[in-house]
C-alpha cells in the first residue's frame, strides 16, 4: 500500500540523514509495527477490566493523539529536509 511505502522511504531518508544503515532503520520501523498491537491490546485490556469502559476510551484516544503528533512531527522534519534544511527538529 501507499501507506507502508510513505513509511518506508521516511525511514530510509531519516536513516540516511543520521548516517545509519537503511536495514537496521526498516529493521526498527518492522519491530515496532509488531510491538504496538501487541502491547496495546493487553494494556488497554487491564485498564478496561480495572477501571472501566470510560478509563479504556480514554487511554486508546491518548495513543491516538500521541500516534497523531509523532507523525506531525515525522512530516516536519521530512518537509525541512526536502526544503534543503537539516531535517533537524528545531
Known amino acids: 500500500s501507499s501507506g507502508a511505502a510513505l513509511n518506508t522511504s521516511i525511514v530510509v531518508l531519516a536513516a540516511a540523514a543520521a548516517g545509519t ?3 537496521s532503520a526498516l529493521g526498527g520501523l518492522r ?21 472501566g469502559l470510560g478509563s479504556a476510551f480514554a487511554l486508546l484516544a491518548g495513543l491516538v493523539a500521541a500516534a497523531i503528533g509523532l507523525a506531525r512531527l515525522g512530516s516536519r522534519a521530512r518537509t525541512a529536509a526536502a526544503a534543503g534544511g537539516s531535517g533537524a527538529l528545531q
Open 21 to 23: 544503515g537503511t536495514g
Open 31 to 51: 519491530l515496532g509495527q509488531v510491538l504496538g498491537p501487541a502491547a496495546v491490546m493487553p494494556i488497554s485490556g487491564a485498564v478496561y477490566t480495572h477501571a
